[in-house]
Nanobody
Framework: EVKVVESGGGSVQAGGSLRLSCTVS????????MGWYRQASGKECELVSI???????SYADSARGRFTISQDHAKNTVYLDMNRLKPEDTAVYYC??????????????????WGQGTQVTVSS
C-alpha cells in the first residue's frame, strides 16, 4: 500500500517562511513525479509545483521566485520551501505522487497517490 504523508503546515505571519515535507512509503513507479497542490477555502484546487522524475521542476506563477521544491531520494521525501508568504497563500496543501502528474488536482492519473493535506495559514 502506498502512503503519502504531508507535514510542516502551520500558522505564520505575512513575510514569513514554512517548509512542507511529503514522505511517500510503499511501491511507486520509478518514473513518478512528486507535486504540491493547494486548495483555499471556497476556491478550486491549483497546482503549486512539480518535481518531475528526471529532476525538472516547474512552478505556478504565484509560487515562482518564492517557493522551492526539492527532493531527498534516500528518504523518499519531497519538500516545499515557502518564503515571503502572503495571506493569499493560505490553503490546504496537498502532496501527490504519480506518473506524469498534471496541473489538475486529483486527476486520477497512472499510479497517482495523494496525501490528506496540511493546513497553511498566513496572517496579515
Amino acid at each position: 500500500e502506498v502512503k503519502v504523508v504531508e507535514s510542516g503546515g502551520g500558522s505564520v505571519q505575512a513575510g514569513g517562511s514554512l517548509r512542507l515535507s511529503c514522505t511517500v512509503s510503499g511501491p511507486i513507479a520509478d518514473d513518478s513525479d512528486m507535486g504540491w497542490y493547494r486548495q483555499a477555502s471556497g476556491k478550486e484546487c491549483e497546482l503549486v509545483s512539480i518535481m518531475r522524475y528526471d529532476g525538472r521542476r516547474s512552478y505556478a506563477d504565484s509560487a515562482r521566485g518564492r517557493f522551492t521544491i526539492s527532493q531527498d531520494h534516500a528518504k523518499n521525501t519531497v519538500y516545499l520551501d515557502m518564503n515571503r508568504l502572503k495571506p493569499e497563500d493560505t490553503a490546504v496543501y496537498y502532496c501527490a505522487a504519480g506518473v506524469a502528474l498534471s496541473d489538475v488536482c486529483w486527476a486520477g492519473g497512472l499510479f497517482e497517490h495523494w496525501g490528506q493535506g496540511t493546513q497553511v495559514t498566513v496572517s496579515s
